[in-house]
């Protein structure tokens, strides 16, 4: 467009021009006709006429003027003779000149019409080709770390196999899963397998055996369906069939009915997640089935997965869900393989011993690849097999288009292969590579495509209307010429003719010089005009490329500089703000660093977009990102520019906050961006001074700011201006109108827009906004109080993908920690595992005694090593074993998967606990007023100010697992419920802290499976370090019982005699007790960090555990209605709990600033409460009876309106 601009522009000055110097002429010519005559006139007046009549000419000089005159005369009129000639002849050169000026115009506007054309439709082809790349990526991206999710859930499975016969002392094939559908049904959702089963390989000679093992040992049946009803929404009413198994390993015979197995080797069904609906299917070998046969030496000498061709799994309905059930069989589905071995990784020796087999969905891998409103990508799934399937990804949704490549052969110039998908087997052996390229095993990729309706969203009837624009302005401008050049012609003719009559005159009376000299001036005062008005872009330009001003530009005097300042008007520009919705509350939860390490990495990001869309960064202020279009350099689209990089960046923000949370913690996924832009005018330039800064001016600046503080989480709220700019370029399918009256503060009312990137259920609000919401205004957390219940986002992650980074992020945090305790040992002399290593029995109690009895009220803590502590080596530098992280990933699942479903007590809160008490650790200080002279110095003075805690790497681990295992296994009731209902844990825990107790034992025991033998070689060496770690870890979790009135005077007491004035206990005995009760207060204040960080994440929390103790009065286990005490029991809890316990973590002076943030928190967050709890807590209650009635009603009357209760409070 700026192509044809600058065309036309040239076309018409060049007819300007010629024009102008006509008229140029005939006013020179004009003015010194009369200017010289005004001269004369005045002359004679007021000289006097009558001196001409004195009769003072002699006849001497009236005869030397008369042959003067006749002379002069005949020299005029040869002149008069050869300026006729040269007028003719210029004459003629003008209707020439006139001539190639018309034609030039039609040729420019042809030619500038084409351009037009072919810049404007590059442009959006170059956006769709740009944005296409982008979701290209996305996808590949995605696509990989899901399917490599699903892979690690049945590996994760297969290990747990193994580990269960290793701790059971089983030998396979006779290992059986009481609770198969624990641990499989969790593999199952976190690798989004529809139907997950193992098969063990019986040999001939055990058939008999297996046949009486298989029918003693077939209760799993009934134990997994109890499991799966209580917690998968799919089979919760399910009513299976009764029966027992056939302990006869069978198969189908010709006919189709069942006969003796005699396939080779044998591999029966034994368990299946979901459990089987009939019994029959149980002991179906299934090396009878064809793939079977194929693929199993090929996974048996690869060791490794192996996925088939995709196959009719319709079969599934009668057997493992109910034939009335809604499981969708339809679609490509394939089926995945994977070892089971009898020993660990990593061991000697180990054989293959049955199969992990799932149904592998491809429907489900296909979904959430794209974020919503990105639609008409075309995927084509192809295998090594010869098989294609297509799919259309329109957002969030993928949707089966049929079998075979379907796309559009148009698009094949843009086609896109990926195989980095987790299927390919270029990381497996060449026996494996060699079976996969013969067709035994397939190996698959993608191949994208673009298609019509993903381009139609890029392109638009702009090039064409603007190329008939143009066309059409040229003609009207080669018209307007015509025109003009005749009016000009007789008005030139009549000026001439004026100026032919006073020629004689007018040169023997007006010097030329002096003429010429005047206009000079004229025209040289047009261009310092000229040059001072391009001088100020020049500067901003300069400033901008060179980071700074000139050195000139600095010069200044007693008051002020003294060049002009460097700033301009921009009158066509649109401005953005962009801001991370929920960033100040995510962040009051994190530690600095990881704050800079998400707005880095967003940031950085933008700026790459920013580069590609040619957009200009103005600033970053907080979390919120300002940029332009229109300026430095103006560009006609500005507005559709910056629209375009805001979707491009929204897009990304929801692609990066997913990656980061497996690094940044909990609730990162959750962050999206909120957006406003404004077009208009904007003064723009530099504040020079010690630290200069470029910056932008005007009501176009506050009101792009209006739009972004009004908006909305994931939209882009445009103003009326920037509307009417996409409308006329061409883009009103980009935009809708907001359906809310928008009241921005010095505005008023205001109708705005969203631009059209994906619509967000619950995500709009009728009402007014305003804009005085501040840093944290989206709708969805400003109205804590509102009629209706908040719903899902736009790209909100499906529960099992969050799980599966919350267990990445917590591995991650723990490997940090076991790398220092390495670090730490090595420092000290001490290397790998000794000889005698601990085992359980090194600390195991007496007969009677509980998990509480082991309270102590001191742990002796390590002695500080002066010697260790010099030779300390970076954790960074050491490289756990492989066989470790892998056994850590997997315990971490493991504690996952025991987490209930609860809204409160789940694994998302223990993982928030377990941030809590990182950031902690990580804000340890040594007091501000010591000086160290070496880091051993400094670690010196730090052991002593911390009581030990931060030289001892194994008790900041203990810290943090008590932290992820403190809520394992909770019912979601609370213990003096589980004591009146008598329990069977009540009764063994002796009726107090029940839950807790019952956590330490079932983390402990996993802890010590000997699955996870080489995890414990890390953590611990001796018996000394695991009796510590063990004490750790019980004091910790204890440390959670706030309710317990006997523990917590104990621990009042503890508090008091241990921080004391002149306490009398020896040195080492007090600075334990310190480390031992700092530690305890550590882990409260963790477990209730959510009422010491910003106000929304309180609200947050306290809304789960006001659910769950709901659900628990609708449940019948508990006797009253938890919102009647509610808000006052919020006040109480901050007045005699939290606010005390924050004052405790500042008086013990270990948690520099963070002591100070958490108490100012705990106090702004109780004031907030009283002034707003009442209403919050109406509004919770009205949520929770909304959703329960709601799908009470849509479920049957009797024994399945419990079920649903269940999922109200499963959805809210």
């Given at each position: 467009m700026n192509v044809a601009n600058a065309a036309a522009n040239a076309t018409v000055h060049a007819a300007s021009a010629t024009v102008n110097a006509t008229v140029n002429v005939a006013n020179v010519a004009m003015r010194a006709t009369l200017k010289p005559l005004a001269m004369v006139g005045q002359a004679l007046f007021t000289s006097g006429i009558g001196d001409f009549d004195s009769g003072m000419?002699?006849?001497?000089?009236?005869?030397?003027?008369?042959?003067?005159?006749?002379?002069?005369?005949?020299?005029?009129?040869?002149?008069?003779?050869?300026?006729?000639?040269?007028?003719?002849?210029?004459?003629?050169?003008?209707?020439?000149?006139?001539?190639?000026?018309?034609?030039?115009?039609?040729?420019?506007?042809?030619?500038?019409?084409?351009?037009?054309?072919?810049?404007?439709?590059?442009?959006?082809?170059?956006?769709?080709?740009?944005?296409?790349?982008?979701?290209?990526?996305?996808?590949?991206?995605?696509?990989?770390?899901?399917?490599?999710?699903?892979?690690?859930?049945?590996?994760?499975?297969?290990?747990?196999?193994?580990?269960?016969?290793?701790?059971?002392?089983?030998?396979?094939?006779?290992?059986?899963?009481?609770?198969?559908?624990?641990?499989?049904?969790?593999?199952?959702?976190?690798?989004?397998?529809?139907?997950?089963?193992?098969?063990?390989?019986?040999?001939?000679?055990?058939?008999?055996?297996?046949?009486?093992?298989?029918?003693?040992n077939q209760g799993w049946i009934e134990r997994s369906r109890e499991l799966a009803t209580g917690g998968d929404s799919l089979l919760i009413n399910t009513v299976y069939e009764g029966g027992n198994i056939n302990p006869d390993i069978w198969e189908r015979g010709e006919s189709g009915s069942p006969i003796r197995a005699v396939n080779q080797p044998l591999l029966p069904i034994w368990h299946i997640s979901p459990p089987p609906y009939s019994p029959s299917i149980i002991n179906f070998n299934m090396m009878s089935e064809l793939f079977i046969q194929r693929m199993f030496p090929v996974v048996q000498a690869a060791s490794s997965f192996g996925l088939s061709e995709v196959l009719d799994v319709s079969r599934l309905r009668s057997t493992v869900v109910s034939p009335d059930s809604e499981w969708d069989e339809s679609g490509p589905h394939s089926i995945l393989l994977v070892p089971v071995f009898d020993k660990l990784t990593g061991a000697e020796g180990r054989k293959m011993s049955g199969l992990i087999q799932g149904v592998f969905p491809w429907q489900k891998y296909l979904e959430n690849l794209l974020p919503n409103g990105v639609e008409g990508v075309m995927i084509v799934?192809?295998?090594?097999?010869?098989?294609?399937?297509?799919?259309?990804?329109?957002?969030?949704?993928?949707?089966?288009?049929?079998?075979?490549?379907?796309?559009?052969?148009?698009?094949?110039?843009?086609?896109?292969?990926?195989?980095?998908?987790?299927?390919?087997?270029?990381?497996?052996?060449?026996?494996?590579?060699?079976?996969?390229?013969?067709?035994?095993?397939?190996?698959?990729?993608?191949?994208?495509?673009?298609?019509?309706?993903?381009?139609?969203?890029?392109?638009?009837?702009?090039?064409?209307?603007?190329?008939?624009?143009?066309?059409?302005?040229f003609f009207l401008m080669a018209t307007t010429f015509f025109m003009y050049d005749r009016f000009v012609r007789k008005r030139n003719a009549k000026v001439v003719k004026a100026a032919t009559q006073s020629n004689k005159i007018v040169e023997s009376l007006f010097p030329s010089n002096v003429r010429d000299r005047l206009l000079a001036e004229e025209i040289e005062a047009e261009k310092r005009e000229v040059e001072q008005q391009q001088g100020t872009q020049t500067r901003l330009k300069n400033y901008l490329a060179n980071d700074g001003p000139a050195a000139g530009d600095m010069e200044t005097d007693d008051i002020m500089y003294k060049t002009q300042p460097i700033a301009d008007l921009f009158p066509e520009t649109s401005i953005l703000f962009a801001d991370i919705a929920g960033f100040t509350a995510w962040s009051s939860a994190r530690e600095p660093s990881q704050v800079f390490t998400l707005l880095e990495t967003v940031y950085r990001a933008f700026d790459e977009i920013a580069t590609r869309r040619r957009v200009f960064k103005v600033e970053t202020v907080g979390d919120c990102y300002v940029a332009a279009t229109g300026l430095p350099e103006p560009r006609i689209d500005h507005a559709v520019a910056m629209v375009r990089f805001a979707k491009d960046c929204m897009f990304k923000m929801q692609v990066l906050t997913r990656t980061l949370e497996v690094s940044l913690g909990p609730d990162t996924a959750d962050l999206a961006m909120r957006m406003g832009i404004h077009s208009g005018p904007v003064t723009a330039g530099v504040l020079r001074g010690e630290r200069s800064r470029f910056q932008l001016f005007g009501d176009t600046m506050n009101t792009a700011s209006r739009m972004e503080s009004t908006g909305i989480r994931e939209h882009i709220q445009i103003s009326q201006d920037t509307a009417d700019l996409l409308v006329a370029a061409g883009k009103n399918s980009w935009i809708r109108p907001r359906e809310d009256v928008v009241v921005a503060k010095g505005k008023g009312e205001m109708q705005t827009y969203f631009v059209q990137v994906g619509k967000s259920k619950g995500s709009e609000r009728t009402g007014t906004a305003t804009a005085s919401m501040g840093d944290e205004a989206d709708v969805s957390e400003v109205s804590e109080v509102s009629e209706e219940p908040l719903e899902e986002e736009v790209m909100k992650p499906t529960a099992s993908a969050k799980i599966a980074r919350l267990i990445d992020w917590n591995v991650d945090v723990l490997i940090r920690l076991l790398k220092t305790i390495v670090a730490h040992r090595r420092s000290k002399g001490e290397e790998k595992a000794r000889e005698a290593f601990p085992s359980e029995e090194d600390f195991s109690r007496s007969d009677g005694t509980t998990v509480l009895d082991e309270v102590v009220e001191q742990i002796a803590l390590p002695e500080f090593d002066q010697a260790a502590a010099k030779e300390q080596m970076s954790p960074d530098k050491v490289a756990l074993d492989a066989a470790t992280e892998t056994q850590l990933y997997e315990y971490v699942a493991a504690i996952a998967a025991m987490y209930r479903d609860n809204p409160f007590h789940n694994f998302e809160h223990a993982s928030h606990v377990t941030m809590s008490v990182s950031k902690l650790m990580s804000r340890i200080?040594?007091?501000?007023?010591?000086?160290?002279?070496?880091?051993?110095?400094?670690?010196?003075?730090?052991?002593?100010?911390?009581?030990?805690?931060?030289?001892?790497?194994?008790?900041?681990?203990?810290?943090?697992?008590?932290?992820?295992?403190?809520?394992?296994?909770?019912?979601?009731?609370?213990?003096?419920?589980?004591?009146?209902?008598?329990?069977?844990?009540?009764?063994?825990?002796?009726?107090?802290?029940?839950?807790?107790?019952?956590?330490?034992?079932?983390?402990?025991?996993?802890?010590?499976d000997d699955h996870y033998e080489k995890l414990r070689q890390t953590i611990y060496t001796t018996k000394e370090e695991l009796q510590r770690f063990r004490k750790l870890v019980v004091n910790s979790v204890m440390a959670t019982d706030i309710m317990d009135k006997e523990l917590k005077a104990l621990r009042n007491a503890r508090w008091d005699r241990a921080f004391a004035e002149g306490a009398m206990d020896g040195y080492l005995s007090t600075v334990n007790r310190k480390a031992t009760i700092v530690i305890e207060h550590l882990i409260q204040a963790s477990d209730v960090a959510h009422t010491m960080q910003h106000w929304h994440v309180y609200l947050k929390w306290n809304r789960n555990f006001f659910f769950e103790c709901y659900q628990a009065y609708l449940d019948g286990r508990a006797k009253t209605d938890p919102s009647l005490g509610w808000y006052k029991g919020e006040i109480g809890f901050f007045d005699f709990y939290i606010i005390p316990l924050a004052k405790k973590l500042k008086k013990c002076g270990v948690f520099g600033v963070s002591s100070d943030e958490y108490l100012n928190y705990a106090l702004t967050n109780r004031q907030e409460w009283e002034n707003r709890g009442q209403e919050v807590v109406e509004e919770m209650k009205r949520a929770v009876l909304s959703q329960t009635n709601a799908l009470v009603k849509e479920t049957q009357e009797g024994p399945l309106a419990r079920a649903a209760e269940h999922n109200a409070f499963t959805s809210i």
């Amino acid at each position: 467009m700026n192509v044809a601009n600058a065309a036309a522009n040239a076309t018409v000055h060049a007819a300007s021009a010629t024009v102008n110097a006509t008229v140029n002429v005939a006013n020179v010519a004009m003015r010194a006709t009369l200017k010289p005559l005004a001269m004369v006139g005045q002359a004679l007046f007021t000289s006097g006429i009558g001196d001409f009549d004195s009769g003072m000419i002699s006849s001497d000089d009236e005869d030397s003027t008369v042959f003067d005159v006749e002379g002069e005369g005949r020299s005029r009129g040869v002149d008069a003779l050869t300026q006729t000639l040269m007028a003719k002849k210029e004459t003629r050169g003008v209707n020439i000149w006139r001539a190639l000026v018309l034609l030039s115009l039609l040729a420019a506007g042809a030619t500038t019409s084409v351009f037009a054309y072919k810049i404007l439709n590059d442009e959006a082809q170059e956006d769709f080709e740009y944005s296409y790349e982008l979701f290209v990526r996305t996808i590949e991206d995605v696509g990989a770390v899901q399917i490599m999710n699903g892979l690690r859930g049945c590996a994760s499975l297969a290990e747990q196999m193994a580990a269960n016969a290793l701790a059971n002392n089983e030998t396979f094939p006779f290992v059986t899963l009481q609770d198969f559908e624990l641990l499989g049904g969790h593999a199952r959702r976190l690798s989004r397998l529809d139907v997950l089963q193992y098969t063990p390989i019986v040999e001939e000679a055990d058939v008999e055996e297996w046949a009486n093992y298989s029918a003693l040992n077939q209760g799993w049946i009934e134990r997994s369906r109890e499991l799966a009803t209580g917690g998968d929404s799919l089979l919760i009413n399910t009513v299976y069939e009764g029966g027992n198994i056939n302990p006869d390993i069978w198969e189908r015979g010709e006919s189709g009915s069942p006969i003796r197995a005699v396939n080779q080797p044998l591999l029966p069904i034994w368990h299946i997640s979901p459990p089987p609906y009939s019994p029959s299917i149980i002991n179906f070998n299934m090396m009878s089935e064809l793939f079977i046969q194929r693929m199993f030496p090929v996974v048996q000498a690869a060791s490794s997965f192996g996925l088939s061709e995709v196959l009719d799994v319709s079969r599934l309905r009668s057997t493992v869900v109910s034939p009335d059930s809604e499981w969708d069989e339809s679609g490509p589905h394939s089926i995945l393989l994977v070892p089971v071995f009898d020993k660990l990784t990593g061991a000697e020796g180990r054989k293959m011993s049955g199969l992990i087999q799932g149904v592998f969905p491809w429907q489900k891998y296909l979904e959430n690849l794209l974020p919503n409103g990105v639609e008409g990508v075309m995927i084509v799934l192809e295998n090594s097999c010869g098989q294609a399937f297509t799919y259309i990804l329109n957002g969030a949704n993928a949707t089966y288009l049929g079998e075979g490549d379907l796309h559009d052969s148009d698009w094949n110039s843009m086609k896109e292969r990926l195989v980095n998908t987790g299927l390919g087997f270029s990381d497996f052996d060449e026996v494996h590579q060699e079976q996969a390229a013969s067709g035994l095993v397939c190996s698959y990729w993608f191949n994208v495509y673009p298609t019509n309706q993903l381009e139609s969203q890029y392109t638009s009837n702009l090039p064409i209307v603007v190329a008939c624009i143009v066309a059409g302005t040229f003609f009207l401008m080669a018209t307007t010429f015509f025109m003009y050049d005749r009016f000009v012609r007789k008005r030139n003719a009549k000026v001439v003719k004026a100026a032919t009559q006073s020629n004689k005159i007018v040169e023997s009376l007006f010097p030329s010089n002096v003429r010429d000299r005047l206009l000079a001036e004229e025209i040289e005062a047009e261009k310092r005009e000229v040059e001072q008005q391009q001088g100020t872009q020049t500067r901003l330009k300069n400033y901008l490329a060179n980071d700074g001003p000139a050195a000139g530009d600095m010069e200044t005097d007693d008051i002020m500089y003294k060049t002009q300042p460097i700033a301009d008007l921009f009158p066509e520009t649109s401005i953005l703000f962009a801001d991370i919705a929920g960033f100040t509350a995510w962040s009051s939860a994190r530690e600095p660093s990881q704050v800079f390490t998400l707005l880095e990495t967003v940031y950085r990001a933008f700026d790459e977009i920013a580069t590609r869309r040619r957009v200009f960064k103005v600033e970053t202020v907080g979390d919120c990102y300002v940029a332009a279009t229109g300026l430095p350099e103006p560009r006609i689209d500005h507005a559709v520019a910056m629209v375009r990089f805001a979707k491009d960046c929204m897009f990304k923000m929801q692609v990066l906050t997913r990656t980061l949370e497996v690094s940044l913690g909990p609730d990162t996924a959750d962050l999206a961006m909120r957006m406003g832009i404004h077009s208009g005018p904007v003064t723009a330039g530099v504040l020079r001074g010690e630290r200069s800064r470029f910056q932008l001016f005007g009501d176009t600046m506050n009101t792009a700011s209006r739009m972004e503080s009004t908006g909305i989480r994931e939209h882009i709220q445009i103003s009326q201006d920037t509307a009417d700019l996409l409308v006329a370029a061409g883009k009103n399918s980009w935009i809708r109108p907001r359906e809310d009256v928008v009241v921005a503060k010095g505005k008023g009312e205001m109708q705005t827009y969203f631009v059209q990137v994906g619509k967000s259920k619950g995500s709009e609000r009728t009402g007014t906004a305003t804009a005085s919401m501040g840093d944290e205004a989206d709708v969805s957390e400003v109205s804590e109080v509102s009629e209706e219940p908040l719903e899902e986002e736009v790209m909100k992650p499906t529960a099992s993908a969050k799980i599966a980074r919350l267990i990445d992020w917590n591995v991650d945090v723990l490997i940090r920690l076991l790398k220092t305790i390495v670090a730490h040992r090595r420092s000290k002399g001490e290397e790998k595992a000794r000889e005698a290593f601990p085992s359980e029995e090194d600390f195991s109690r007496s007969d009677g005694t509980t998990v509480l009895d082991e309270v102590v009220e001191q742990i002796a803590l390590p002695e500080f090593d002066q010697a260790a502590a010099k030779e300390q080596m970076s954790p960074d530098k050491v490289a756990l074993d492989a066989a470790t992280e892998t056994q850590l990933y997997e315990y971490v699942a493991a504690i996952a998967a025991m987490y209930r479903d609860n809204p409160f007590h789940n694994f998302e809160h223990a993982s928030h606990v377990t941030m809590s008490v990182s950031k902690l650790m990580s804000r340890i200080v040594a007091p501000s007023d010591l000086d160290f002279q070496s880091a051993a110095a400094k670690n010196a003075e730090l052991h002593d100010h911390t009581y030990g805690i931060t030289s001892d790497p194994l008790t900041q681990f203990a810290c943090v697992l008590s932290a992820l295992i403190h809520d394992v296994d909770h019912t979601g009731v609370p213990n003096t419920q589980l004591v009146k209902e008598n329990t069977r844990i009540a009764a063994y825990y002796g009726g107090r802290s029940v839950a807790e107790q019952n956590s330490v034992d079932v983390a402990w025991d996993l802890l010590f499976d000997d699955h996870y033998e080489k995890l414990r070689q890390t953590i611990y060496t001796t018996k000394e370090e695991l009796q510590r770690f063990r004490k750790l870890v019980v004091n910790s979790v204890m440390a959670t019982d706030i309710m317990d009135k006997e523990l917590k005077a104990l621990r009042n007491a503890r508090w008091d005699r241990a921080f004391a004035e002149g306490a009398m206990d020896g040195y080492l005995s007090t600075v334990n007790r310190k480390a031992t009760i700092v530690i305890e207060h550590l882990i409260q204040a963790s477990d209730v960090a959510h009422t010491m960080q910003h106000w929304h994440v309180y609200l947050k929390w306290n809304r789960n555990f006001f659910f769950e103790c709901y659900q628990a009065y609708l449940d019948g286990r508990a006797k009253t209605d938890p919102s009647l005490g509610w808000y006052k029991g919020e006040i109480g809890f901050f007045d005699f709990y939290i606010i005390p316990l924050a004052k405790k973590l500042k008086k013990c002076g270990v948690f520099g600033v963070s002591s100070d943030e958490y108490l100012n928190y705990a106090l702004t967050n109780r004031q907030e409460w009283e002034n707003r709890g009442q209403e919050v807590v109406e509004e919770m209650k009205r949520a929770v009876l909304s959703q329960t009635n709601a799908l009470v009603k849509e479920t049957q009357e009797g024994p399945l309106a419990r079920a649903a209760e269940h999922n109200a409070f499963t959805s809210i």
